[in-house]
């Protein structure tokens, strides 16, 4: 059994029938499943009657987790092997009736294959006979579920590939396994692509986690894969797995161990031979403590267990780990136990089976205990456990919490729905007793949903410098705002390292205060104003209302104003892909005009260059700490959602409607030899909340000065306006024009002077 799953693809050529057998074979040997099955899906189209074909298709299939397939493949083989040349189909047809979820089916299939070799006694007679008590405790127990929310972690942990064996570090890091593409050959090549598995960290914030980024150190390697992260109590030593092919082309794994000194991790030793026994495999170590001894528990094939991997522990003296120890019957069985996890405070290890009564194929399970006594083991229930492999159970610091890792439907793929493996959040629920009670009257909320959404305008969303999607003139990109901030949060020691560079003392330390205040009271109340108005938003649009709401987007002046424009309508985008993507995506058919109730959400765009930026912030590439790193500069990176309103209110209701204390203002004579500063005030005589923006005139000598407030309905705004008379003598009138926002409603003052 490979305990590291790797997916490749292949390029198709016009071949021989016996060149693509050939190669067909080749890709199954090396574990490459997925481009095996392309290549004997080839040669079935030439001809579906060989059977020994279609067997390795529906093998490939059912190894690279295309359930779907190899159970057809598999029922197909059966209908016409009328020699029973392939005696096991009966055998992986009735698995992958139970990984599809068909209990039912599963149970007489499995039946009926146990029938017919139960004098064998062999691995899969004893595992049909399993399965069956198995499928009908599943049946049971599948609407059985337990309170529990479980979170897909979304793309800037998870990939199309796999990602698995997440534990979080504190409160601050997640670490886990990813395997990605390492190099692609060259187009002209057979040689498939490759792909290595590494350990990444991401950073995690109020909006969540960061992109993942390679562990740092000399950690990962770029010959084998490294994968299975751990670190022992005192969080000075890392102990991982690092897997690669041995001379007979079968993965092999090893556990390391690297120290942490002065902040920097060591080269990493392999564990003695007791732990990494030649030929065999040891992996996916967790550490603990027992009498002041640190205890490893790990999974490994090697001989002396009770099936085809158990887990095993073994106890460190002075350094040294001893000979390991089966952990005992109660948790290891004929079948395959991996992934364990101890939590240290509970006495429990968490593990993943795939003999003890589960779901699908890997279920997760929990027993107390240490070293080999336990308890019998207990599955976690559904949807913890589901029809397909669920592994790598971790619990955080907060004992309700942690991470799991499944290849359930809902994980990204490039090959098939449960091809791959992502990572998930779980937070566990205590189940409250129900009571009947007395209905009540439940009164409405004195503050209405519109009043409630109000109170969180303008609200204000941060970006670092050219985000999303930098060094780009796109106006579009496909993070949402909540990836975009974790990035961004995850850079707030840069910021503080940059702003307070050359600076000493008092002042260094201000500097630094000043950033984390910046952070916390704006940009992270800002993600959780968004989170509130989001909520309220859904609520509002499950009335059947049709709403618009109007964003603003801004940027700091390092760029020209066309590049600034297309910056700030892909920040826009961003929100617009958050609310897209919020909750599951239960606001998108709102957005896509398509929900049932007839709730349509319209947001309305206002992109705007650095001509808008503040003149106090640094335009100079060069000054980063002023230009990219300032207060100043980051305050000026932002979208807001400025207003909200309902599109079924008539036009003259929300139309923006702005008044002057006179149709016309007149100056008289002027200062013809200095700059002449006037301050206009205005009032709001609408119904509808406005802002400017933007003033103009036909001449050069008018120069104005705004703010872009929200001015609410009934209140009063101003502006600064300054003339510098032309050479032309005698009497002048000159119009301005005055923008409001939003839908571009214009209103126009007469300027009369001399």
């Not at 290849?407 to 779980?426: H, L, P």
Request: glycine share 6%.
């Amino acid at each position: 059994m490979s305990l590291l799953f790797v997916c490749f693809s292949a390029n198709l050529y016009s071949q021989t029938t016996e060149e693509y057998r050939k190669i067909a074979d080749e890709s199954y040997r090396n574990g490459d499943y997925y481009s095996a099955s392309i290549f004997y899906k080839t040669l079935l189209n030439k001809d579906s009657s060989d059977l020994e074909i279609a067997y390795q298709y529906a093998n490939a299939n059912r190894l690279y987790n295309n359930y779907i397939d190899a159970e057809y493949w598999y029922s197909y083989i059966l209908a016409k092997d009328k020699h029973e040349k392939y005696p096991l189909s009966g055998f992986y047809q009735a698995e992958m009736n139970k990984y599809n979820g068909k209990y039912g089916l599963a149970i007489r299939n499995y039946k009926y294959f146990y029938n017919k070799n139960k004098g064998k006694n062999d691995y899969y007679t004893q595992k049909a006979f399993q399965e069956i008590s198995s499928c009908n405790w599943a049946s049971e127990k599948i609407n059985d579920t337990v309170a529990v929310e479980i979170t897909h972690l979304g793309k800037n942990v998870n990939t199309p590939y796999s990602e698995f064996g997440a534990v979080q570090l504190g409160d601050s890091m997640l670490v886990y396994s990813s395997l990605r593409k390492f190099a692609v050959n060259d187009f002209e090549s057979f040689l498939p692509d490759v792909y290595l598995s590494k350990l990444y960290f991401s950073w995690i914030s109020v909006a969540g986690f960061s992109s993942g980024r390679e562990l740092n150190g000399k950690i990962n390697n770029d010959e084998v894969h490294t994968a299975n992260f751990c670190f022992d109590s005192q969080n000075s030593r890392a102990y991982f797995t690092r897997c690669g092919m041995n001379e007979n082309a079968e993965m092999n794994c090893a556990i390391y161990m690297s120290e942490l000194k002065d902040g920097k991790w060591e080269k990493a030793s392999k564990l003695n031979n007791n732990i990494n026994l030649d030929g065999y495999t040891s992996t996916q170590p967790t550490i603990t403590n027992n009498n002041g001894n640190e205890v490893l528990y790990f999974s490994s094939n090697r001989p002396g267990g009770f099936g085809q991997t158990d887990i095993w522990y073994a106890i460190s003296n002075n350094g040294e780990f001893q000979r390991p120890v089966n952990i005992g019957s109660n948790i290891n069985t004929p079948g395959n136990e991996i992934s364990p996890f101890y939590d240290t405070k509970s006495k429990s290890l968490y593990f993943s089976s795939d003999w003890h009564f589960g779901f699908g194929g890997f279920d997760i399970f929990h027993s107390i205990g240490e070293l080999n006594q336990w308890t019998i083991p207990e599955n976690l229930g559904f949807p913890i456990n589901t029809t397909y492999n669920d592994m790598y159970f971790s619990v955080n610091e907060t004992s309700n919490e942690g991470y799991l890792t499944s290849n359930r439907r809902g994980s990204y793929f490039i090959k098939g729905e449960t091809c791959c493996n992502d990572i998930y959040a779980y937070k566990l629920f205590e189940k409250k007793p129900v009571v009947q009670t007395t209905p009540i009257e439940i009164k409405k909320d004195s503050i209405t949903i519109e009043e409630s959404i109000k109170k969180l305008l303008p609200l204000t969303l941060y970006f670092h410098n050219d985000e999303p999607t930098p060094n780009n003139m796109i106006v579009s990109t496909d993070k949402n705002y909540k990836q975009t901030l974790a990035d961004y949060y995850a850079m707030k020691d840069i910021y503080k390292t940059e702003y307070s560079k050359g600076l000493k003392g008092i002042d260094s330390r201000k500097a630094v205060n000043d950033i984390d205040s910046f952070f916390i009271n704006e940009v992270s109340n800002g993600f959780k104003s968004l989170e509130l108005f989001a909520g309220l938003l859904l609520r509002d649009l499950q009335r059947g209302n049709e709403i618009r709401i109007t964003v603003k987007g801004f940027a700091s002046p390092l760029n020209n104003d066309e590049y600034n424009i297309n910056l700030t309508k892909r920040r826009i985008v961003s929100l617009q892909n958050y609310l897209k993507e919020y909750n599951g995506g239960i606001l998108e058919s709102y957005i896509a005009d398509s929900s049932n109730n007839k709730g349509k959400l319209f947001v309305y765009e206002e992109p705007l260059g650095k001509s808008m930026a503040s003149k106090t912030v640094s335009d100079n590439p060069n000054d980063l700490r002023n230009s990219v790193y300032s207060i100043a500069a980051a305050k000026e990176r932002k979208i807001q959602i400025l207003y909200y309103d309902y599109a079924s209110v008539k036009v003259a209701d929300s139309t923006p409607k702005l008044g002057f204390f006179s149709d016309s203002i007149n100056y008289g004579k002027l200062n013809r030899l200095t700059e002449n500063a006037f301050t206009l005030r205005f009032k709001n005589i609408g119904k509808s909340a406005f802002s400017i923006k933007n003033i103009t005139s036909d001449c050069n000598c008018f120069k104005f000065y705004f703010e872009e407030t929200v001015i609410a309905p009934n209140k009063e705004g101003v502006f600064s306006l300054l003339i510098i008379p032309d050479d032309n003598k005698g009497k002048h009138k000159q119009i301005l024009t005055l923008t409001l926002s939003p839908f571009d409603t214009q209103y126009y003052l007469p300027i009369y002077y001399e």
